[in-house]
């Protein structure tokens, strides 16, 4: 009778363990993917630093330069998931499932978010001074992976403020939320609790030119997303 319990309460953890949906990553959304750029690109996570949690964070962009931030619920497999778009225009309350064998976020609205393992574009330097982006942190960068990139942004939907979300990746598979906020919008000033991931609790740092200098002595790079597909007078028929 033990080892018929036994038996069973290992199924049942089998079971409970294949449907836990780890989605936390880069996703697709193709009602605004532009090639080329950022737009229709997607952060998501469900671990406020390196800690599971049942609230979602998502950072995006529609259009490839302004980036919004907007949060969400999941149940406790983090399968079905419930997000809050109005801040920027959306539904209240869009519910969307997690497809394990897809790879994707299919929503109530009939939209489907693809979600992208490595990248399939490349990355060169942008110079602007914005802080909504893309960054390389090349102290955890690995090529053909998501692990050192973070995405930034300093909107709530789609009203600017001094408040920063950041979800990136040091292992290209976990994604992590931080905050921070900027001390100082006009001079660049910001800083960044780092410590729900081990790091420090206040690090401060400069953004300038395309690049965030951190009192660490780390600078990241802001980086623009370039197509994948070459030129039509450069491809041989």
Request: glycine share 10%; with cysteine; net charge negative.
């Amino acid at each position: 009778m033990t080892c018929r319990k036994v038996i069973v309460a290992a199924a049942f953890a089998s079971v409970a363990s294949a449907s836990h949906c780890d989605f936390g990553g880069y996703f697709r959304d193709p009602k605004h993917y532009k090639e080329g750029t950022f737009a229709g690109s997607r952060f998501v996570t469900s671990e406020a630093g390196d800690k599971e949690s049942p609230n979602i964070t998502l950072i995006g962009s529609d259009d490839g330069s302004s980036f919004w931030t907007i949060h969400g619920v999941a149940t406790q497999s983090r399968c079905d998931i419930s997000v809050d778009f109005s801040p920027k225009g959306g539904p209240a309350a869009l519910s969307g499932k997690y497809e394990l064998q897809t790879r994707a976020i299919v929503w109530a609205d009939g939209n489907y978010w693809n979600q992208l393992n490595i990248p399939d574009f490349a990355f060169r330097l942008a110079t602007d001074s914005s802080i909504g982006g893309v960054w390389e942190d090349p102290n955890h960068l690995k090529r053909h992976s998501w692990s050192g990139f973070r995405m930034i942004s300093d909107e709530e939907g789609d009203k600017e403020g001094d408040d920063l979300t950041l979800i990136g990746s040091d292992d290209g598979s976990h994604f992590w939320m931080l905050r921070g906020k900027y001390t100082s919008k006009a001079d660049g000033a910001i800083t960044v609790d780092f410590s729900p991931k081990g790091g420090p609790a206040s690090l401060t740092g400069t953004v300038k030119d395309g690049a965030i200098t951190w009192s660490d002595g780390n600078k990241w790079t802001r980086q623009m997303a370039v197509s994948s597909t070459p030129p039509q007078n450069e491809i041989n028929i």
